[in-house]
């Protein structure tokens, strides 16, 4: 356990606050002063700090450059009304970077340092935190493997960093997306479950190919027969189907969404129909022919909930019905935000006040 007490601060010279347009904001373009920092040696965690958002200097030979051991999480801060700042579940992304670091062959983070460390840091910068609606203040806690080693092996230094960006909404509106058929994102047994970098290096070449034909993103299928829906490049995938919820079946190919879960729990709680399940392909097709699929959106932090409105499906477009006709994914969305904002009953637990 690391006596967290002891943070050192550092302030910026330099803010970069008045010199933002928060009024134009998207996803991942700027950064917020700050950066929470701690390093890993000697077996432990120490060396808590918080910095001005700075470059970070390495050898050419750091290990991550070259195997890509590297793990990352990405969640939100918004303002409440009465000036609260809330985290949405900042401990099941805790717990989800440990899962990660665990299959990665990385050390685990000790709960009360990365707690104690983004509060700091977001009190710090809390002036960051936009207004605006559908705008957050979106974290970005990820480790790396820091040695200085070109042999195969996991690293026995690493570097935790948190820096914080204020973003609008990942997808302006409604996306088209294309079922994959040729490339696969994750294997069975691999590291499809966890957000480590390689997963989004592997997706680059299938969306540029994607997005060369005018989708934006691809709705990955299993690897071994191309059968089953597997998730969205950055989201969790959910259909509607007649008037029951169906998506696919958490895996170790498949990233434990905590929008995801946050989604299913609204649902149920609701009393809706909900399937964890394998959806084929075909099912889906079948449905829209009959005319029973009557959604179909993503999940994800960074996505939110985002409405599919065309699917792909070896160069046929099937069109979806149109947004406002989506009660349901609508009603969720509204609910979801609203608990986030502070707006309505956090029944769940899943605010964090700061
Ligand atoms: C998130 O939803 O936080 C993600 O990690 C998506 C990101 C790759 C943009």
Redesign the pocket.
Known sequence: MINTQNIEIEKTKHSKLSQTDFTNLEFGAVYSDHMFVMDYKDKQWGGLRIVPFQNISMSPATSVLHYGQTIFE?LKAYRADNGDILLFRPLDHHKRLNKSAKRLCMPELDESAYLEGITELIKLDRAWIPNQPGCSLYLRPFMYASDEFIGVKPSSTYKFIVFTSPVAG?YKGTVKVIIETEYVRAAEGGTGFT?SGGN?AASLLPAKLAAEKGYQQIMWTDSKEHKYFEESG?MNLMFIIGDTLVTPPLSTSILAGITRDSILTLAKDWGVKVEERRVSVDEVVKAYENGTLKDAFGT????TITQISTINYKGTDLVLPGEETRELSNKLNKALNDIKLGKAEDKFGWIYRI
């Open positions: 990405g990942y957000k989004y950055t994800g932090t960074a996505a």
